[in-house]
């Protein structure tokens, strides 16, 4: 039996918007300074998709950091939580 899917038509402005995320909207997300963003950038701990003029960022990758840097202030900060 052939199972069918129906595909979507991929929408290139959807996308960027709600998957794709500037330096700004990372630090926000990440509750970090630039100096920190750069940081991370430098020791490639964080990859950009762009760095032509604006540096872009995945959503999915900063979501995951975001985990990874509050389970680090959760164990090296726990007097701010």
Known sequence: MTDYYIMEKFDPKKFVMDEVLTSTECIELL???RARLSSL???????TIKKAGIQLYLKQDMLKKKAELEA???KYRPYEY
């Not at 950038?41 to 990859?47: D, Q, V």
């Open 72 to 74: 680090l202030r959760m």
């Open 41 to 47: 950038i430098k020791t490639k701990k964080i990859t």
């Open 31 to 33: 509750g970090i300074t």
